[in-house]
C-alpha cells in the first residue's frame, strides 16, 4: 500500500513565528507577543520573527518550488481584530486574502488554524481572556468572520492550536503566575476553549458545509522509565491525561470521566451551564490534528509529586535513543505506534500537523547542509507508510517548518526550517530565504508521492 493520490503533502508556520510585522497595519497586541517581550533581551521576539509579512509572494513561489500540496498556515485573531472583539482591521483581511489567493492559485491546499497560542491581548485586559465566557462570544464571532471570509478558499480548518498545553501554561493564557486562584481559572479556561472550539466547528458546519474542521491535539507519547508496574501505569495514565482526553472531547462531544474526577479531587471544577452539554455534542470534530515530535520516558521514581498528573515531570533520556541538541529524542518507529494507537481509540482521519527535526544551523558557501533533518524526515515517512499499510486513515503531513521560524524558548538558535532565514537573534539583516539540502530531499519526496525515497538502501 502507498500514499493516496490524494495525500496533502505539506508545510507548517504559525502567525507570531512567522509573520512578523506586528504591530504594522493596525495589527493588535497579542499574548504570544508579550510572552516574547520578556525574553527580548536575550533572544528575538515577535516583531519581526521570519518576516514573513513582506516576503509573502517569494515564500509562496518556494512553496510552489518545494511541489507541497498543502500549507498549514495560522491567521493572528488580532490582525482582524485588534481588540479582539471591537472593529474589524481591513489590512488584515487584504493579507490573508491575499496569501490564500496566491496558495489556491499555485494549488497549494490552504490549511488554517484559527489560534495559535496569540490570544488578542486587550481580550486578557478586558476579561481575563478564556476565563470569561465573555472570551468564547468573541472567538465565535472572528471565527464566523474568518468562514465568511475566506471559507470559500479554504477546505481544511484548524480550531486551537495545542490546547493541552495551553492549559498547562499560564503565561499562554495571559494569566499571572502568583495569581492565587491560578488553579480554578487554568481549568476554567480549559473548559471554555474546548466550548469555543465546539462554537467554531458547529459554525463552520453552517457556513461552509463542504469544509472539513478540527482541533490540533500535542500527542506526546511516553514510555515508562523500567517495567515495574507503577512506573507503566505513570506512563499510561499521563498519556492519556494529556492527549486522549483532550481528543475524547473535541470527537466525542464529552469531557473525560478521568477529567471530571481530577477536577473534583483538587476542587477545581470550572462553572459549566446546562446548554454546554449540547454544545460540546453539536460540536465535534471531522478529523484530528495531531503534532508529534519525540517520546519521553518517566517514571515514579523522577516523578516530582507522583502520580499527580500534569504537575512538571524530570523527564529522563531513553538509553536506547538518540537526542538532539535540545534533548528531544529520535525515535520514528513510534510514530507508527502512536498513529495507530490514536486511531485505533477515535477511529477518526489523522492529519499531522507538526513534525520536524531541530538543529543549531550556519550557511557554508551559500549552502544549508542539514542531513539530519533529511534522516528524519526519510524515517518518520517511513513509519507514516507503515501506518497505513496497517489501517490508518492519514491523510497528510505537515512538515514543521517551511522556513526557520522563531522558537518562543529558543529564538533564532533553534531552526526546524526546510528554508533557511539569514537572521540571527539580535541582527537581523534581511532575512534572505536559502534553500536547505532538507528542502530538495522533501521535494523529492513529494515528486515521488514518498515512494521513491522509501527503501532500505538509504
Same mark, same amino acid.
Not at 57 to 83: C, H, N, Q, T
Not at 339 to 345: P, Q
Not at 358 to 373: A, I, M, P
Given at each position: 500500500?502507498?500514499?493516496?493520490?490524494?495525500?496533502?503533502?505539506?508545510?507548517?508556520?504559525?502567525?507570531?513565528?512567522? +509573520? =512578523?510585522?506586528?504591530?504594522?497595519?493596525?495589527? =493588535?497586541? @497579542?499574548?504570544?507577543?508579550?510572552?516574547?517581550?520578556?525574553?527580548?533581551?536575550?533572544?528575538?521576539?515577535?516583531?519581526?520573527?521570519?518576516?514573513?509579512?513582506?516576503?509573502?509572494?517569494?515564500?509562496?513561489?518556494?512553496?510552489?518550488?518545494?511541489?507541497?500540496?498543502?500549507?498549514?498556515?495560522?491567521?493572528?485573531?488580532?490582525?482582524?481584530?485588534?481588540?479582539?472583539?471591537? +472593529?474589524?482591521?481591513?489590512?488584515?483581511?487584504?493579507?490573508?486574502?491575499?496569501?490564500?489567493?496566491?496558495?489556491?492559485?499555485?494549488?497549494?491546499?490552504?490549511?488554517?488554524?484559527?489560534?495559535?497560542?496569540?490570544?488578542?491581548?486587550?481580550?486578557?485586559?478586558?476579561?481575563?481572556?478564556?476565563?470569561?465566557?465573555?472570551?468564547?462570544?468573541?472567538? &465565535?464571532?472572528?471565527?464566523?468572520?474568518?468562514?465568511?471570509?475566506?471559507?470559500?478558499?479554504?477546505?481544511?480548518?484548524?480550531?486551537?492550536?495545542?490546547?493541552?498545553?495551553?492549559?498547562?501554561?499560564?503565561?499562554?493564557? =495571559?494569566?499571572?503566575?502568583?495569581?492565587?486562584?491560578?488553579?480554578?481559572?487554568?481549568?476554567?479556561?480549559?473548559? %471554555?476553549?474546548?466550548?469555543?472550539?465546539?462554537?467554531?466547528?458547529?459554525?463552520?458546519?453552517?457556513?461552509?458545509?463542504?469544509?472539513?474542521?478540527?482541533?490540533?491535539?500535542?500527542?506526546?507519547?511516553?514510555?515508562?522509565? @523500567?517495567?515495574?508496574?507503577?512506573?507503566?501505569?505513570?506512563?499510561?495514565?499521563?498519556?492519556?491525561?494529556?492527549?486522549?482526553?483532550?481528543?475524547?472531547?473535541?470527537?466525542?462531544?464529552?469531557?473525560?470521566?478521568?477529567?471530571?474526577?481530577?477536577?473534583?479531587? &483538587?476542587?477545581?471544577?470550572?462553572?459549566?451551564?446546562?446548554?454546554?452539554?449540547?454544545?460540546?455534542?453539536? =460540536?465535534?470534530?471531522?478529523?484530528?490534528?495531531?503534532?508529534?515530535?519525540?517520546?519521553?520516558?518517566?517514571?515514579?521514581?523522577?516523578?516530582?509529586?507522583?502520580? $499527580?498528573?500534569?504537575?512538571?515531570?524530570?523527564?529522563?533520556?531513553?538509553?536506547?535513543?538518540? !537526542?538532539?541538541?535540545?534533548?528531544?529524542? !529520535?525515535?520514528?518507529?513510534?510514530?507508527?505506534?502512536?498513529?495507530?494507537?490514536?486511531?485505533?481509540?477515535?477511529?477518526?482521519?489523522?492529519?499531522?500537523?507538526? $513534525?520536524?527535526?531541530?538543529?543549531?544551523?550556519?550557511?557554508?558557501?551559500?549552502?544549508?547542509?542539514?542531513?539530519?533533518?533529511?534522516?528524519?524526515?526519510?524515517?518518520?515517512?517511513?513509519?507514516?507508510?507503515?501506518?497505513?499499510?496497517?489501517?490508518?486513515?492519514?491523510?497528510?503531513?505537515?512538515?514543521?517548518?517551511?522556513?526557520?521560524?522563531?522558537?518562543?524558548?529558543?529564538?533564532?538558535?533553534?531552526?526546524?526550517?526546510?528554508?533557511?532565514?539569514?537572521?540571527?537573534?539580535?541582527?537581523?539583516? %534581511?532575512?534572505?530565504?536559502?534553500?536547505?539540502?532538507?528542502?530538495?530531499?522533501?521535494?523529492?519526496?513529494?515528486?515521488?508521492?514518498?515512494?521513491?525515497?522509501?527503501?532500505?538502501?538509504?
Amino acid at each position: 500500500m502507498s500514499f493516496s493520490n490524494e495525500f496533502l503533502w505539506g508545510v507548517a508556520t504559525s502567525a507570531f513565528q512567522y +509573520e =512578523g510585522a506586528y504591530l504594522e497595519d493596525g495589527k =493588535g497586541w @497579542t499574548v504570544a507577543d508579550e510572552r516574547c517581550k520578556k525574553k527580548n533581551k536575550i533572544q528575538a521576539d515577535s516583531s519581526v520573527a521570519s518576516d514573513g509579512y513582506h516576503h509573502l509572494e517569494e515564500d509562496v513561489s518556494l512553496m510552489k518550488e518545494l511541489g507541497i500540496k498543502s500549507y498549514r498556515f495560522s491567521i493572528s485573531w488580532a490582525r482582524l481584530y485588534p481588540d479582539g472583539d471591537g +472593529e474589524l482591521n481591513e489590512k488584515g483581511i487584504e493579507y490573508y486574502q491575499k496569501l490564500l489567493v496566491l496558495l489556491n492559485d499555485n494549488h497549494i491546499e490552504p490549511i488554517v488554524t484559527l489560534l495559535h497560542f496569540d490570544i488578542p491581548w486587550k481580550l486578557i485586559e478586558k476579561y481575563e481572556g478564556f476565563v470569561s465566557r465573555k472570551c468564547i462570544d468573541a472567538f &465565535e464571532r472572528y471565527c464566523r468572520t474568518c468562514f465568511k471570509l475566506f471559507g470559500n478558499r479554504v477546505k481544511y480548518w484548524l480550531t486551537i492550536n495545542e490546547q493541552n498545553v495551553m492549559a498547562m501554561m499560564h503565561d499562554m493564557l =495571559g494569566l499571572n503566575k502568583e495569581d492565587p486562584k491560578l488553579s480554578e481559572k487554568l481549568v476554567q479556561c480549559n473548559y %471554555n476553549m474546548y466550548l469555543a472550539s465546539a462554537k467554531a466547528i458547529i459554525a463552520c458546519h453552517e457556513m461552509c458545509p463542504q469544509a472539513l474542521i478540527g482541533p490540533c491535539v500535542s500527542y506526546p507519547t511516553l514510555y515508562a522509565e @523500567t517495567c515495574h508496574p507503577d512506573d507503566v501505569a505513570l506512563a499510561y495514565d499521563m498519556q492519556d491525561m494529556m492527549a486522549f482526553a483532550p481528543m475524547e472531547t473535541y470527537v466525542y462531544g464529552i469531557i473525560s470521566p478521568l477529567v471530571m474526577n481530577k477536577w473534583r479531587k &483538587e476542587n477545581t471544577v470550572p462553572q459549566m451551564f446546562k446548554e454546554d452539554e449540547q454544545i460540546l455534542k453539536s =460540536g465535534t470534530a471531522d478529523y484530528l490534528g495531531v503534532n508529534w515530535y519525540c517520546t519521553q520516558t518517566v517514571g515514579i521514581s523522577n516523578s516530582k509529586s507522583g502520580f $499527580n498528573i500534569g504537575v512538571e515531570l524530570d523527564i529522563k533520556k531513553n538509553p536506547y535513543l538518540e !537526542y538532539g541538541h535540545w534533548d528531544w529524542s !529520535y525515535d520514528p518507529k513510534a510514530l507508527k505506534m502512536a498513529l495507530k494507537e490514536c486511531y485505533a481509540r477515535f477511529k477518526k482521519p489523522i492529519m499531522i500537523c507538526e $513534525n520536524g527535526w531541530s538543529e543549531l544551523e550556519t550557511v557554508e558557501d551559500g549552502k544549508v547542509h542539514d542531513q539530519k533533518r533529511i534522516d528524519y524526515l526519510h524515517d518518520h515517512i517511513k513509519q507514516m507508510q507503515n501506518a497505513i499499510d496497517e489501517g490508518v486513515d492519514l491523510i497528510g503531513y505537515q512538515h514543521w517548518s517551511f522556513i526557520d521560524i522563531l522558537s518562543s524558548s529558543q529564538g533564532f538558535d533553534k531552526r526546524y526550517g526546510l528554508v533557511f532565514v539569514d537572521r540571527d537573534n539580535f541582527n537581523i539583516k %534581511n532575512c534572505q530565504r536559502i534553500k536547505k539540502d532538507s528542502f530538495y530531499y522533501y521535494q523529492s519526496v513529494i515528486k515521488n508521492n514518498g515512494l521513491g525515497e522509501i527503501n532500505e538502501e538509504r
